[in-house]
């Protein structure tokens, strides 16, 4: 199974921008259907964030982060972005990525997380 790690996270004011990373080790992207990023927030459920397909052709974002967020891949370096620009308060929780089903809704593997807070 892969392993996945994630870095980037911090606090940040609103408005700002942070980039993820989430390295994988174990296995390569391509083993998995697709890959994605979500996020939780305390008291509140896990949120898809974003997600790539292994082709790593076609994203797919939550509406909520559309416009705002870009993600992308290295295969060479077996590593997933997530690029976070005008971050909101409301973007605050701990993200982690996670190998997933083609539809983002099963988690093969994931990460144990970054935090990310967006200061007002």
């Known amino acids: 199974q892969v392993q996945l790690v994630e870095s980037g996270g911090g606090l940040v004011q609103a408005g700002g921008s942070l980039r993820l990373s989430c390295a994988a080790s174990?296995?390569?992207?391509?083993?998995?259907?697709?890959m994605g990023w979500f996020r939780q927030a305390p008291g509140k459920e896990r949120e898809f964030v974003a997600g790539?397909?292994?082709?790593?052709?076609?994203?797919s974002y939550a509406d909520s982060v559309k416009g705002r967020f870009a993600i992308s891949r290295d295969s060479a370096k077996n590593t997933m972005y997530l690029q976070m620009n005008n971050l909101k308060p409301e973007d605050t929780a701990i993200y982690y990525c996670?190998?997933?089903?083609?539809?983002?809704?099963?988690?093969?593997?994931r990460g144990q997380g970054t935090q990310v807070t967006v200061s007002s």
């Open positions: 996670a190998a997933t089903n083609s539809a983002y809704n099963v988690l093969i593997s």
């Open positions: 174990g296995r390569t992207f391509g083993n998995y259907p697709a």
């Open positions: 790539i397909s292994w082709s790593g052709v076609s994203g």
